[in-house]
C-alpha cells in the first residue's frame, strides 16, 4: 500500500464534546458499516462504555474513503483516561479538534491539545453539535481562532447527528494532515500502543507500522522483552478485525501471535523481525503514576488466585493501573492498586467483577505520602496502615497538584469558596471572555480525589470543567485517624488526614458507619481514634430479644431474674462476637467529605 495515501488521524476533545458520535458518523458517511449494523458509540464495544456513555480504551479504526485509508483513533475525553489519549497520539500525525458549540473551550481541551502540540502533530478545529438550541457557534469560532491564533476559514461547522461538515471533515484530513513518514525498504519498526487478552488467542497486540513491512507467520521480535514469536495472523479493523496477508509503513493493524505469558508484550514496546531486527527502538511511552490507591480484596479467599489472574489480564489492557500484593488482618489477602484518578479506579473495579466474575471489596482511597523519619530515613506510604508510630516521624508531605478550573463567572464567588475549604492556595484568575473564567489553584491532591469534580459540576450547573498536574510534595500537618470496632482497629477503615480537619471528619465517619453496620445480638461500639485519644464515638444498640414475654402477672422478681441472665449473655456475647463489617462499610467513606 502506498503511504502517500494513508492518514493516521485521532480524535480529541473534552468528555462528551461528541467524539464517539462523530466516529460514528464518519463510518457511516464512508460506508465502513451499513445502516442495518449502525448503532450509536459503535467503537465504544465495553458494556460499561455504552451504559455510562463515555469512551473508556482508545479504539482503532479504518476506514476507506475514495482513493485513501484513514486509519481512526478514537479516544475518552475524561481527566482520568488522559494516558489513553497520550498513548493514541504516538500513532498518528494529526488530530481533530472538537469543541462543544454550546460550552466551548473546557479545561480536559486545552491538556489534550497541548498533547498534540509536544508531538508537532496537524490540529484540525472542528466546531461540534451545532444543531443544538443553545449552540453558540460564531462565540465559539471566535474563541477558538484566539486560542489557536488562525483564520476563521479553517475552522469547520458540524454536527454529527444530522451529518453536517462531514464532507468538509473529511476533505480536511486529506488535504491537511501529513501521510506517514515511514521507509517500507528499512528493517520493520512498529510501536505497540495497546493490547488486550483472549481466551483462544492469548494476547492481541495493536500497533502502528513506522517503517518495514511484516507478514503473516513471520517471526517477530519483542525488543524491550527480547522474546520472539511466530505470527498466526495479521490483520486491520473495518472496523470489527479483517485478516490482512501484509501491513507496510504507516499502517495500525493487530497481531495474533499465540502468546500466553502476558509478561511478554509491554504497551510501547518496539516489534521488528527476528530475521532483520532494527538497530534501536522507537521511543515508546513514560511510565505513568498512579496517584490514588486503594486495596481491592476477594469477599470469598477461595478467589485471590482467581484476581491475581484478571489483575494481570486487565493491566495489559490499561499500563496505567500498578498492583502488589497486601493482606490485612480484617479482610485476609488482597493487592494495593494504584489508578490515576477515583473514576478510573471505580471502572477498574466494575470491570474485574463483569469481566472476570468476582465479588470484590474496595478499601478507602488515599495518596501517596512522604515521611522523613527521625533515622533521616524518607518513606513512601500509599496505605495507612504502613506508617510508622508518631515519635519516629520528622516530617509529612503530601502531593500537591496544581488545578485549573474553568466555570462561568456567575460561579467565580462559590467556586473560590470550595477551593479555600479544601486548603487551596490561590495562584490566579484568568479571563477567557466576558461569560468564562479560568482559576488556578495549588490543592493537596486528597482533597481532590474524593468528590471535588463533583462539587464543581453541581455549584455551576454542569458548566465547570477541572484540569490537573502533579506538581509534588508539600510538608503538612497529618494524622494518622484509625477506626475501632468495639475496641479493635480496622486496618481497612485507617485513613490519613489534615489534623484540622480529623475531628469533623472522624464524627461524620462514625454516624455514616453507624448507618451502615448492621445490628448484632450485642450492643456495637463505633469510635474514631488519634493514637491513644478518642475524638468520637457512637453506638448501636443490641437487638433485644423479649424474654419475658412469657411471664404474665405474678412475682416480678422472676422477670427480673430472666433480665439478668440476658444480660449475663450478652455480655459473653461481646467478648467472643464478631462484626461482620459490609462492603456499604467501606464506600461510606468515600462519600464523608
Request: net charge neutral.
Given at each position: 500500500?502506498?503511504?502517500?495515501?494513508?492518514?493516521?488521524?485521532?480524535?480529541?476533545?473534552?468528555?462528551?464534546?461528541?467524539?464517539?458520535?462523530?466516529?460514528?458518523?464518519?463510518?457511516?458517511?464512508?460506508?465502513?458499516?451499513?445502516?442495518?449494523?449502525?448503532?450509536?458509540?459503535?467503537?465504544?464495544?465495553?458494556?460499561?462504555?455504552?451504559?455510562?456513555?463515555?469512551?473508556?480504551?482508545?479504539?482503532?479504526?479504518?476506514?476507506?474513503?475514495?482513493?485513501?485509508?484513514?486509519?481512526?483513533?478514537?479516544?475518552?475525553?475524561?481527566?482520568?483516561?488522559?494516558?489513553?489519549?497520550?498513548?493514541?497520539?504516538?500513532?498518528?500525525?494529526?488530530?481533530?479538534?472538537?469543541?462543544?458549540?454550546?460550552?466551548?473551550?473546557?479545561?480536559?481541551?486545552?491538556?489534550?491539545?497541548?498533547?498534540?502540540?509536544?508531538?508537532?502533530?496537524?490540529?484540525?478545529?472542528?466546531?461540534?453539535?451545532?444543531?443544538?438550541?443553545?449552540?453558540?457557534?460564531?462565540?465559539?469560532?471566535?474563541?477558538?481562532?484566539?486560542?489557536?491564533?488562525?483564520?476563521?476559514?479553517?475552522?469547520?461547522?458540524?454536527?454529527?447527528?444530522?451529518?453536517?461538515g462531514t464532507d468538509e471533515i473529511l476533505k480536511a484530513i486529506?488535504?491537511?494532515?501529513?501521510?506517514?513518514?515511514?521507509?517500507?525498504?528499512?528493517?520493520?519498526?512498529?510501536?505497540?500502543?495497546?493490547?488486550?487478552?483472549?481466551?483462544?488467542?492469548?494476547?492481541?497486540?495493536?500497533?502502528?507500522?513506522?517503517?518495514?513491512?511484516?507478514?503473516?507467520?513471520?517471526?517477530?521480535?519483542?525488543?524491550?522483552?527480547?522474546?520472539?514469536?511466530?505470527?498466526?495472523?495479521?490483520?486491520?479493523?473495518?472496523?470489527?478485525?479483517?485478516?490482512?496477508?501484509?501491513?507496510?509503513?504507516?499502517?495500525?493493524?493487530?497481531?495474533?501471535?499465540?502468546?500466553?505469558?502476558?509478561?511478554?508484550?509491554?504497551?510501547?514496546?518496539?516489534?521488528?523481525?527476528?530475521?532483520?531486527?532494527?538497530?534501536?527502538?522507537?521511543?515508546g511511552y513514560q511510565d505513568v503514576k498512579p496517584m490514588v490507591?486503594?486495596?481491592?480484596?476477594?469477599?470469598?479467599?477461595?478467589?485471590?488466585?482467581?484476581?491475581?489472574?484478571?489483575?494481570?489480564?486487565?493491566?495489559?489492557?490499561?499500563?496505567?493501573?500498578?498492583?502488589?500484593?497486601?493482606?490485612?488482618?480484617?479482610?485476609?489477602?488482597?493487592?494495593?492498586?494504584?489508578?490515576?484518578?477515583?473514576?478510573?479506579?471505580?471502572?477498574?473495579?466494575?470491570?474485574?467483577?463483569?469481566?472476570?466474575?468476582?465479588?470484590?471489596?474496595?478499601?478507602?482511597?488515599?495518596?501517596?505520602?512522604?515521611?522523613?523519619?527521625?533515622?533521616?530515613?524518607?518513606?513512601?506510604?500509599?496505605?495507612?496502615?504502613?506508617?510508622?508510630?508518631?515519635?519516629?516521624?520528622?516530617?509529612?508531605?503530601?502531593?500537591?497538584?496544581?488545578?485549573?478550573?474553568?466555570?462561568?463567572?456567575?460561579?467565580?464567588?462559590?467556586?473560590?469558596?470550595?477551593?479555600?475549604?479544601?486548603?487551596?492556595?490561590?495562584?490566579?484568575?484568568?479571563?477567557?471572555?466576558?461569560?468564562?473564567?479560568?482559576?488556578?489553584?495549588?490543592?493537596?491532591?486528597?482533597?481532590?480525589?474524593?468528590?471535588?469534580?463533583?462539587?464543581?459540576?453541581?455549584?455551576?450547573?454542569?458548566?465547570?470543567?477541572?484540569?490537573?498536574?502533579?506538581?509534588?510534595?508539600?510538608?503538612?500537618?497529618?494524622?494518622?485517624?484509625?477506626?475501632?470496632?468495639?475496641?479493635?482497629?480496622?486496618?481497612?477503615?485507617?485513613?490519613?488526614?489534615?489534623?484540622?480537619?480529623?475531628?469533623?471528619?472522624?464524627?461524620?465517619?462514625?454516624?455514616?458507619?453507624?448507618?451502615?453496620?448492621?445490628?448484632?445480638?450485642?450492643?456495637?461500639?463505633?469510635?474514631?481514634?488519634?493514637?491513644?485519644?478518642?475524638?468520637?464515638?457512637?453506638?448501636?444498640?443490641?437487638?433485644?430479644?423479649?424474654?419475658?414475654?412469657?411471664?404474665?402477672?405474678?412475682?416480678?422478681?422472676?422477670?427480673?431474674?430472666?433480665?439478668?441472665?440476658?444480660?449475663?449473655?450478652?455480655?459473653?456475647?461481646?467478648?467472643?462476637?464478631?462484626?461482620?463489617?459490609?462492603?456499604?462499610?467501606?464506600?461510606?467513606?468515600?462519600?464523608?467529605?
Open positions: 500500500m502506498d503511504p502517500a495515501k494513508i492518514r493516521n488521524f485521532s480524535i480529541i476533545a473534552h468528555i462528551d464534546h461528541g467524539k464517539s458520535t462523530l466516529a460514528d458518523r464518519l463510518l457511516l458517511h464512508t460506508g465502513a458499516i451499513s445502516k442495518r449494523e449502525f448503532r450509536d458509540q459503535i467503537l465504544d464495544d465495553m458494556e460499561l462504555e455504552r451504559e455510562r456513555g463515555i469512551t473508556i480504551k482508545a479504539r482503532a479504526v479504518r476506514i476507506h474513503y475514495k482513493t485513501y485509508w484513514l486509519n481512526l483513533i478514537d479516544t475518552p475525553g475524561h481527566i482520568d483516561f488522559t494516558y489513553e489519549v497520550s498513548k493514541s497520539l504516538a500513532a498518528c500525525e494529526g488530530v481533530l479538534l472538537l469543541v462543544d458549540a454550546g460550552q466551548g473551550i473546557q479545561a480536559q481541551t486545552v491538556t489534550n491539545l497541548y498533547l498534540a502540540m509536544e508531538r508537532n502533530l496537524t490540529i484540525i478545529p472542528i466546531i461540534t453539535k451545532i444543531d443544538l438550541p443553545t449552540a453558540e457557534a460564531e462565540r465559539v469560532r471566535d474563541e477558538v481562532k484566539d486560542f489557536l491564533g488562525m483564520e476563521g476559514k479553517d475552522i469547520i461547522f458540524s454536527s454529527a447527528k444530522t451529518g453536517e486529506i488535504d491537511k494532515i501529513p501521510p506517514p513518514k515511514g521507509d517500507p525498504e528499512k528493517p520493520l519498526k512498529a510501536l505497540i500502543f495497546d493490547s488486550k487478552y483472549d481466551s483462544y488467542q492469548g494476547v492481541v497486540a495493536y500497533f502502528r507500522v513506522f517503517d518495514g513491512k511484516l507478514h503473516a507467520h513471520e517471526q517477530v521480535l519483542m525488543m524491550q522483552t527480547k522474546t520472539p514469536h511466530e505470527i498466526d495472523q495479521i490483520g486491520i479493523f473495518n472496523p470489527n478485525p479483517e485478516p490482512v496477508a501484509e501491513l507496510s509503513a504507516g499502517a495500525v493493524g493487530y497481531l495474533n501471535a499465540n502468546i500466553k505469558d502476558i509478561s511478554e508484550v509491554k504497551i510501547g514496546d518496539t516489534l521488528t523481525l527476528a530475521t532483520n531486527p532494527a538497530a534501536e527502538p522507537l521511543p490507591f486503594c486495596g481491592l480484596y476477594p469477599i470469598q479467599a477461595r478467589d485471590f488466585t482467581l484476581l491475581r489472574d484478571a489483575l494481570a489480564k486487565l493491566r495489559l489492557n490499561d499500563a496505567s493501573f500498578v498492583y502488589e500484593p497486601e493482606s490485612s488482618a480484617s479482610l485476609g489477602h488482597g493487592y494495593r492498586c494504584g489508578f490515576l484518578g477515583l473514576l478510573h479506579m471505580d471502572i477498574t473495579k466494575e470491570r474485574l467483577e463483569r469481566e472476570f466474575n468476582l465479588e470484590l471489596i474496595i478499601t478507602a482511597p488515599s495518596v501517596v505520602y512522604k515521611v522523613l523519619t527521625t533515622q533521616g530515613e524518607i518513606l513512601e506510604l500509599d496505605n495507612p496502615t504502613k506508617l510508622p508510630p508518631v515519635q519516629q516521624i520528622e516530617i509529612m508531605e503530601e502531593p500537591y497538584i496544581r488545578a485549573h478550573v474553568m466555570i462561568p463567572a456567575t460561579a467565580l464567588g462559590v467556586i473560590m469558596q470550595l477551593c479555600q475549604d479544601r486548603r487551596g492556595t490561590y495562584k490566579s484568575t484568568e479571563y477567557l471572555d466576558a461569560k468564562r473564567v479560568m482559576l488556578t489553584y495549588e490543592i493537596p491532591l486528597s482533597e481532590v480525589v474524593m468528590d471535588f469534580y463533583d462539587k464543581i459540576k453541581s455549584l455551576t450547573s454542569g458548566y465547570g470543567s477541572l484540569n490537573y498536574e502533579f506538581i509534588g510534595h508539600k510538608p503538612s500537618d497529618l494524622v494518622k485517624m484509625d477506626i475501632l470496632i468495639n475496641g479493635e482497629p480496622i486496618d481497612a477503615l485507617a485513613v490519613i488526614t489534615w489534623k484540622e480537619k480529623a475531628y469533623p471528619r472522624g464524627k461524620a465517619l462514625v454516624e455514616k458507619l453507624k448507618e451502615v453496620v448492621p445490628r448484632q445480638m450485642f450492643e456495637v461500639v463505633i469510635q474514631a481514634a488519634i493514637g491513644a485519644k478518642i475524638i468520637a464515638r457512637d453506638s448501636i444498640a443490641a437487638i433485644k430479644k423479649n424474654v419475658t414475654a412469657k411471664c404474665y402477672g405474678g412475682d416480678i422478681t422472676r422477670k427480673r431474674k430472666l433480665w439478668e441472665k440476658q444480660k449475663e449473655g450478652k455480655k459473653r456475647m461481646k467478648k467472643i462476637g464478631k462484626v461482620d463489617l459490609p462492603q456499604e462499610a467501606f464506600i461510606s467513606i468515600l462519600k464523608v467529605e
